[in-house]
């Protein structure tokens, strides 16, 4: 019941970070890269000036901050599950007598995983990045829609970028943090306990 609490929590909290809509009634719009993520009361934050001096970089920068916030909401929900000891049955490694269920919670989890293991990890993060999700496709549309329903509204598609986006950087943060907890004192969560 409890798992089932937090989760239903975490579901319900996704909303908090997605914008307000503002009730303006547009027939097109065109979808710019660099409205995408602006937020108030900061706008476009560039304070490097990388916009003004490096403008042609701006489309590849963005990508990345685009790759790695869907990484980094991966890792929050994959922590969140993992830290509530919901894991596979079976092995890991069948030769080393290594289950799921005895890998360690949070960073030190790593540490558990035998060689060929981690570099199959690696082998896959490869190919999705070469072959599936390549670096060079700026747009972040990888053909798969939102959950299977492509998005023809240009207003809905932006408002769902600006979503991901500013999810994105807070999963970043949140990761960041969890990390940074778990390390110092073994308790990624500090508001739950976790021991």
């Known amino acids: 019941m409890y798992k089932l609490a ?7 909290s996704a909303a908090a970070f997605a914008p307000a809509s503002s009730g303006r009634a547009t027939t097109s719009l065109a979808v710019n890269e660099l409205e995408l993520g602006a937020t108030a009361p900061l706008g476009v934050y560039d304070p490097l000036g990388w916009l003004d001096t490096e403008p042609e970089t701006f489309e590849r920068r ?9 990484i980094a909401m991966m890792a929050v929900v994959g922590t969140i599950v993992h830290q509530n000891d919901i894991e596979f049955d079976g092995y890991l490694s069948p030769s080393a007598n290594l289950k799921f269920s ?7 989890g790593i540490r558990a995983v035998p060689t060929a293991g981690l570099l199959q990890i690696l082998f896959f993060f490869a190919l999705v990045e070469l072959a599936w999700m390549p670096a060079s496709k700026y747009d972040g549309d990888y053909g798969v829609g939102w959950f299977g329903d492509a998005i023809e ?6 408002r769902k970028l600006n979503a991901e986006l500013n999810n994105g950087r807070a999963a970043m943060m949140g990761i960041l943090g969890i ?12 508001f739950i306990d976790s021991n």
Do not use: Q, S
């Not at 509204?153 to 932006?158: F, G, M, Q, S, T």
């Open 6 to 12: 937090i989760t239903a929590l975490l579901a319900g």
């Open 62 to 70: 963005r990508a990345v901050e685009r790759k790695h916030g869907r």
């Open 102 to 108: 005895d890998v360690p919670n949070g960073v030190d």
């Open 153 to 158: 509204d240009p207003e809905e598609k932006a």
């Open 179 to 190: 990390m940074v907890h778990d390390c110092m004192d073994g308790k990624p969560f500090i």
